[in-house]
């Protein structure tokens, strides 16, 4: 369509230049000039558009080549400015951190155990030892690619096929095994204590993160019979009781180490660095124990605490010259090899643990005593009353009697009350209570035994009325078995008191053996003084005296029953009885001092009844076992009894009336 008529502009314009040749057109001469227009954009996906590959205006947009150049140049130039700054911290500020928590990454450090010593007997039969056994771990993350032949192909089994072949020798089930083998751990503990032989079953399978540490067990090969002396190694295997634990820095040894560098399927790198540090095994521990003799006690105290119903008892043996203990048995006792089902009270060693009146056993030190001073003899007459008014309180015998006319040997044969505060209320306190000092009462006997009591006694000027003369026939004071042993111990020892001891010797891995230190003996009374109360006990254990039945045929023996009131923290105050019977033999020429005490027993409460026949039994085979020659000599005959030419005034006559 024409465009006459538009009106040709006033302003003049100034004409440009063509820059392609133009077709002239019919009405280039009659038609006014156009104002000129913007040249059409070329793009190079269009062609044949109005004004393509012509000339084009520089635009300053992000399209520009330069402009967008510049800008990746700067945009490049930051980033590299970041990771130049990240690479100088890593490598110069944390380069230490870094380091070490890379090398963390690929480390691997797995404990060795150290071999825990064994405890051996006197004659070396072991008592306590350690096996190997493996503690199974897995990597769950790598248990996804186990793989194994099935008919002939090889077939990726995972996390069930290996929990289908493991369970069985773990003894579990599949079900249960597959959730501890599944998840994203890399490193779990799915089963301990499995013996070397099993393990090797395991690695022969090839499962990929299955892995195995080696740890220890410990076994008792003479399980009930030493285990109230051995002692436990409790379930995270640390020393719970008995000689495990007195000696556990002897037992224990040091822990090794294997650090080395690992792949990422959890496997050693063979030739990276690695780090071994060797465990140092722990020390054998001999004891002065001896096993069989320890056994034939165990049994002895277990059947009678079992038939008289009793709440517990105890067997001590103590060799006279060096005051070894050769066995302390203990009833109820424990299964070392599995504590679970066993109460506090059970493994304990009550010998060591227990604090108890020790009654007429006791009577011996202030017998003793008395005689030292020189207050009495065996044959000192004493005119001894139904009852006897000391202290505010009137004390009378086990059994009422008629007075009775016995001399100091006798009193203690039938071991009355009455007769021994007769015999010895002029010690004076302060004296007395050094002697019984000097005998170990007051004080822990120096074994160091887990439990180990040193018992109950008050200084003298802290005693009541009443129990300055309970104490003279054993009561008023606590002490525990190992201590009233060793009272007798000192006598049989010619007056020489040796604190107990129950460890022999020491052994290194190298074979180096240290002798534990020698006791120091302390003398208490004179042999003079040892030997007329020895005398005087070998009428007890005769006809007219409370314990007949610790008799031996062909050997002099030496003892003194108890029959004490206990006390029971229970109810507190007294229930019950304690019934004990302590003695040495030969008696001429002591080798040995046994110890037998009930606590709460129902069936009999008398120390001779109770007591007495197992120290006959344990004696006999103690002295057959050891080939200890029969007595040579034959006891002297100490009177107990005598009215003839009795005079109650007679100085040398000890009678009640006299010393109200």
């Known amino acids: 369509m024409s465009r006459v008529g538009r009106p040709t502009p006033t302003t003049p314009t100034t004409p440009t230049t063509p820059t392609t040749p133009t077709t002239p057109t019919t009405e280039a001469t009659t038609r006014p000039a156009r104002p000129a227009r913007p040249a059409a954009r070329s793009h190079p996906s269009r062609p044949g558009r109005p004004g393509a590959g012509g000339p084009r205006r520089p635009r300053l947009g992000v399209a520009n080549p330069r402009r967008r150049a510049r800008l990746l140049l700067v945009v490049a130039m930051f980033v590299f400015t970041i990771f130049a700054g990240q690479l100088l911290r890593v490598q110069a500020f944390d380069a230490s951190s870094v380091a070490s928590a890379a090398e963390f990454n690929r480390l691997r450090t797995v404990v060795t155990p150290a071999v825990r010593g064994e405890i051996l007997d006197t004659n070396g039969v072991v008592l306590a030892s350690s096996v190997e056994r493996k503690t199974v771990t897995v990597d769950q993350t790598a248990l996804p690619s186990y793989s194994r032949v099935i008919a002939k192909k090889r077939v990726t089994v995972g996390v069930v096929g290996a929990a289908e072949v493991l369970a069985p020798l773990l003894g579990t089930t599949p079900a249960a095994l597959v959730t501890q083998l599944t998840g994203t751990a890399r490193y779990r503990v799915v089963a301990k204590d499995v013996t070397p ?71 050693m790198i063979p030739w990276a660095e690695q780090q071994n540090v060797p465990a140092v095994a722990g020390k054998n521990v001999t004891l002065t124990i001896d096993a069989d003799l320890q056994w034939v006690a165990q049994n002895a105290i277990a059947n009678t605490v079992t038939t008289s119903g009793a709440l517990s008892g105890y067997v001590v043996v103590q060799e006279v010259k060096t005051g070894k203990l050769r066995a302390v048995a203990s009833y109820p006792t424990f299964d070392p090899t599995n504590i679970r089902g066993a109460t506090p009270f059970q493994l304990q060693n009550h010998a060591f643990a227990d604090t108890y009146e020790p009654g007429s056993t006791g009577k011996v030190m202030s017998m003793a005593t008395a005689i030292e001073l020189g207050q009495i003899s065996p044959t000192t007459s004493l005119i001894v009353p139904n009852r006897l008014p000391r202290g505010g309180v009137s004390f009378k015998d086990d059994v009422d009697h008629p007075t009775l006319n016995l001399t100091v040997a006798g009193a203690l044969a039938m071991s009355s009350n009455i007769g021994t505060m007769l015999a010895t209320e002029a010690v004076p306190p302060p004296t007395l209570e050094s002697y019984f000092r000097n005998f170990g009462i007051g004080t822990k006997p120096g074994t160091g035994f887990t439990s180990e009591s040193a018992g109950i006694f008050a200084k003298s000027t802290d005693w009541s009325p009443s129990q300055r003369y309970n104490i003279l026939f054993g009561q008023g004071y606590s002490l525990n078995a190992i201590q009233a042993t060793g009272v007798y111990q000192t006598l049989a020892n010619g007056g020489v008191r040796i604190p107990p001891s129950i ?7 190298d074979g180096t053996v240290t002798p534990a230190a020698a006791p120091q003996g302390q003398r208490v009374v004179s042999a003079d003084t040892a030997t007329k109360v020895s005398q005087m006990l070998e009428e007890v254990v005769g006809p007219s005296g409370t314990a007949p039945k610790a008799k031996i045929d062909g050997y002099r023996v030496a003892g003194k029953t108890g029959t004490a009131n206990r006390y029971d923290d229970a109810v507190k105050g007294y229930s019950g009885y ?14 040995y001092v046994i110890s037998v005490t009930l606590q709460r027993p129902v069936q009999g409460h008398f120390g001779g009844m109770l007591g007495a026949p197992i120290f006959q039994k344990v004696m006999t085979y103690l002295l057959q076992k050891n080939q200890i020659a029969p007595s040579g000599q034959i006891a002297p005959v100490i009177p107990l009894s005598s009215t003839a030419g009795w005079d109650p005034n007679d100085p040398a006559v000890l009678n009640g009336e006299k010393r109200n």
């Open 197 to 267: 032989l099993v393990w090797r079953q395991i690695a022969a399978l090839g499962i990929p993160g299955v892995y195995s540490e080696t740890t220890t067990k410990r076994v008792y090969p003479t399980s009930l019979s030493t285990a109230s002396v051995v002692g436990f190694l409790a379930n995270d295997n640390q020393d719970g009781g008995g000689i495990e634990w007195t000696q556990r820095a002897a037992l224990a040894g040091t822990p090794g180490k294997q650090v080395y560098e690992q792949a990422r399927s959890g496997q």
């Open 578 to 591: 304690t019934a004990s019977f302590i003695g040495y033999a030969p008696a001429d020429a002591p080798k």
């Open 503 to 509: 460890v022999e010797s020491t052994t290194d891995a």
